[in-house]
């Protein structure tokens, strides 16, 4: 008797283990869910970089979670993309703050803010351990925004940009007509410039009928593409007005939570991953299609003058102040922004050794 009462408790929890070891793969498969994404990119290196996230999801997930990559205005316009994600209109959005930062200027400060020493690196270091990524939620919850951000990959400071003639002095750039976005249009206006807020396909045919004088988008890969070069040959690398630049990768909250915790965290760690991918992909091709400029198109590159730089910076503390003292959470995220990186740069500056003295060691 207690072998037959053995053999069918054996058998009732063999039972029990074959159900829950056939449903763990339909609950992990969730279906096969696809999520549309809408870029804010036509075409270029910047389409490819959010297409490199998109595979690294698609990849991970084996099946369970697909995104499907839509180009810029495939559903709506670049400045409806936010409000999109937050109805379900899309699922997600690649594309970066300054592009809905008219709901909030603190959003600027989340890639295109003051710098304070530091790289868009030690940006997503504040966003990742500095109690960033904290009070970008709270910005989000206090606009009402159903969704949730990840932030990846750390461009390198934007070029001043494209000029009808090699700029020595901040005076020369006084009255010119320049595009940008973001808080350096806040900036640049202090300097006293006329900014002009276009998209990035539209920069190089305004320059060229004249409606601006000047302007900057992102790197040479981009510039290239648009055929800058044919506008101007005058190209002024180094800038503060947008030094510390990244990508917003957000999804619809309901969405987001719809979504077993495994795939929201491929979600989450393909955008940490792509983060090196990206530092590595992107600064070779911006190398070489500088070189291209240069060497084949008849391109001036120059580096924009420390005494321009100085100006920028100065500025800076004029939007900055004005800014805090009218918008309390502006305020609380540049005093967050401003303890990381004076603790984090610090150590920094002391231990990083002068990159510049063996470059010219070598190269000259």
Not at 66 to 88: C, E, F, W, Y
Request: proline share 4%; net charge negative; hydrophobic share 40%.
């Amino acid at each position: 008797m207690t072998k037959s009462l053995n053999r069918r408790k054996f058998l009732r929890g063999s039972a029990l283990a074959g159900a829950g070891a056939l449903a763990t793969p339909a609950i992990a498969q969730n279906d096969g869910v696809t999520l549309k994404m809408q870029a804010a990119w036509g075409g270029g290196i910047f389409l490819e970089n959010a297409q490199s996230y998109v595979n690294r999801v698609n990849e991970m997930s084996g099946g369970a979670l697909t995104i499907d990559l839509l180009p810029v205005n495939s559903v709506v316009k670049t400045s409806q993309m936010q409000d999109a994600v937050h109805r379900g209109v899309l699922d997600a959005a690649h594309y970066v703050p300054a592009y809905w930062y008219s709901k909030s200027k603190a959003a600027s400060l989340f890639g295109t803010g003051p710098c304070f020493g530091w790289s868009s690196q030690e940006v997503l270091g504040w966003v990742h351990y500095g109690g960033g990524q904290e009070l970008f939620d709270e910005l989000m919850a206090s606009l009402g925004l159903n969704v949730v951000s990840f932030f990846n990959s750390p461009m390198p400071a934007q070029p001043l940009g494209w000029f009808k003639e090699e700029i020595t002095d901040a005076s020369q750039m006084s009255g010119l007509k320049y595009r940008t976005v973001g808080l350096a249009a806040d900036v640049l206006l202090e300097m006293g410039m006329s900014v002009v807020q276009l998209p990035g396909g539209e920069i190089q045919p305004a320059m060229k009928s004249g409606l601006i004088d000047a302007a900057e988008f992102n790197n040479p890969t981009s510039d290239r593409d648009f055929g800058m070069q044919d506008v101007s040959k005058h190209y002024h690398l180094a800038s503060f007005h947008q030094s510390q630049e990244f990508f917003e990768c957000t999804f619809n909250k309901q969405k987001y939570d719809s979504l077993a915790p495994e795939l929201q965290a491929i979600l989450k760690y393909a955008s940490e991953a792509e983060n090196s991918n990206f530092y590595w992909h992107n600064t070779k091709r911006y190398a070489d299609d500088l070189t291209t400029l240069r060497d084949e198109q008849g391109v001036n590159v120059y580096r924009t003058p420390d005494s321009v730089m100085a100006e920028q910076l100065k500025a800076w503390d004029i939007v900055i102040d004005r800014i805090s003292a009218e918008d309390a959470f502006f305020a609380k995220v540049v005093d967050s922004q401003k303890a990381y990186a004076e603790n984090v740069m610090n150590y920094l500056n002391l231990n990083q050794p002068d990159y510049k003295l063996a470059y010219k060691h070598y190269f000259g």
